[in-house]
């Protein structure tokens, strides 16, 4: 079994996904040995409308089964976030201006995710009825933000239910070099391993 969505195989790992994350093991969070019960759903970035599509189905599939999903989209979250402080405008007038460097400064501490992400994700949390919490657009709001400094942070927060996290890239274990999320499989620095992969994962 490969341990990522491919071109090649979506609907198969359509199927394992569906089956998983309806299972009683997964919603129950069992198996986990006293794990946060974070998910990391590793896919090929070449095919992220794919995966969009993918997303809402599965959403749909399991809001007939009763299972109902919350999905934070980081990308969607952070422009509500600048809007809601004042600056979105602000930062589009002067993004033309800046260094690449200067912008990313300067979002990285309006989004910091310890003092406001996880924050704001805690509200629709604490506001939601949900079973599953599914994370997606970690690929369109890096390198602002990193998806295993969310995942840090998020450990307290979101440890109540299941979190699935779509990651356009790796996720991979070694006795050398520990776990890592390797983002779009070129960035080998984000080191993080209290996840499990969701391929691995038997319903």
């Known amino acids: 079994m490969t341990s990522s ?17 309806s299972g009683r093991r997964f919603l129950q969070k069992e198996g986990l040995g006293n794990e946060v019960p974070f998910f990391i759903c590793p896919f090929d970035a070449t095919i992220a409308v794919d995966i969009n599509r993918l997303q809402k189905q599965l959403i749909n599939r ?7 999903v919350l999905e934070i989209n980081l990308y969607d979250l952070s422009i509500e976030i600048l809007k809601a402080r004042g600056i979105w405008d602000q930062i589009l007038e002067i993004e033309a201006t800046v260094s690449k460097d200067q ?3 300067l979002l990285q501490g309006v989004l910091d995710p310890e003092e406001n992400l996880v924050p704001a994700m805690a509200k629709q949390l ?33 440890k109540e239910k299941p979190t699935l996290m779509f990651f356009p890239g790796s996720y991979t274990h070694s006795l050398a070099t520990g776990a890592s999320l ?10 993080y391993y209290r996840a499990f992969n969701i391929f691995h994962c038997e319903a």
């Open 5 to 21: 969505i491919k071109s090649t195989n979506i609907q198969d790992r359509f199927e394992h996904l569906l089956t998983v994350l």
């Open 62 to 68: 399991l809001e007939h089964l009763g299972i109902s």
């Open 103 to 105: 912008l990313k400064e």
């Open 126 to 158: 604490n506001n939601t009825e949900f079973d599953i919490l599914f994370l997606t657009g970690v690929g369109e709001i890096f390198p602002i933000i990193r998806s295993h400094h969310v995942l840090n942070n998020l450990q307290s927060t979101a």
């Open 182 to 191: 390797d983002l779009f499989e070129r960035l080998h620095d984000d080191k």
